[in-house]
T-cell receptor, first 114, second 111 residues
Framework: DADVTQTPRNRITKTGKRIMLECSQTKGHDRMYWYRQDPGLGLRLIYYSFDVKDINKGEISDGYSVSRQAQAKFSLSLESAIPNQTALYFC?????????????FGPGTRLLVL | AQSVTQLGSHVSVSEGALVLLRCNYSSSVPPYLFWYVQYPNQGLQLLLKYTSAATLVKGINGFEAEFKKSETSFHLTKPSAHMSDAAEYFCAVYRDDKIIFGKGTRLHILP
């Protein structure tokens, strides 16, 4: 079984709709991250969380919100989706301590906003 | 601020040829540096990382990278390319508890 899972894997939605992307992990890591990937732009950090009570904005948080429901779950919401939020979204985890700099990625959610 | 620059958004090499993917970093202090690989329709996985223990870092699948402070470079190499190496490669730097990714280089392997 995969250590970091994302649901759904693919999603098509319409402009103005609210959508939630979910991430779950069985690695026991405290730290979780949401990125979006766009062709030619690499990965950009949206939000990150170092524990259940800690939420931090990343480079491109506008138009997004997150919820850390438990150590193992971190959800990303688009309150009112717009076409330029069409992208590939990745969740990642890492552990605090000596190996905190290594992140483990989920398989991604491909989102299309029409 | 620390960042990385990857030279070439697309690189093509013949099967069996040397693979060289270039990455330069900007940093005032020795950084933690990484190469991640993304195979088609998959998430990213760590290929190798530099954490100042040794300047030549060996990773998975025969890849290695050399940290050169004088050139502020961390280029990724593999002596002989395989078709299975076709993927997108990301250089990254660790800063303020976060990883900053380069824009990626897509590696194409020619038969």
């Amino acid at each position: 079984d995969a250590d970091v899972t994302q649901t759904p894997r693919n999603r098509i939605t319409k402009t103005g709709k609210r959508i939630m992307l979910e991430c779950s992990q069985t690695k026991g890591h405290d730290r979780m991250y949401w990125y979006r990937q766009d062709p030619g732009l690499g990965l950009r950090l949206i939000y990150y969380s170092f524990d259940v009570k800690d939420i931090n904005k990343g480079e491109i948080s506008d138009g997004y919100s997150v919820s850390r429901q438990a150590q193992a779950k971190f959800s990303l919401s688009l309150e009112s989706a717009i076409p330029n939020q069409t992208a590939l979204y990745f969740c990642a985890t890492s552990a605090p301590g000596p190996r905190q700099e290594t992140q483990y990625f989920g398989p991604g959610t491909r989102l299309l906003v029409l | 601020a620390q960042s990385v620059t990857q030279l070439g958004s697309h690189v093509s090499v013949s099967e069996g040829a040397l693979v060289l993917l270039r990455c330069n970093y900007s940093s005032s202090v020795p950084p933690y540096l990484f190469w991640y690989v993304q195979y088609p329709n998959q998430g990213l996985q760590l290929l190798l990382k530099y954490t100042s223990a040794a300047t030549l870092v060996k990773g998975i699948n025969g890849f290695e990278a050399e940290f050169k402070k004088s050139e502020t470079s961390f280029h990724l190499t593999k002596p002989s390319a395989h078709m299975s190496d076709a993927a997108e490669y990301f250089c990254a730097v660790y800063r303020d508890d976060k990883i900053i990714f380069g824009k990626g280089t897509r590696l194409h392997i020619l038969p």
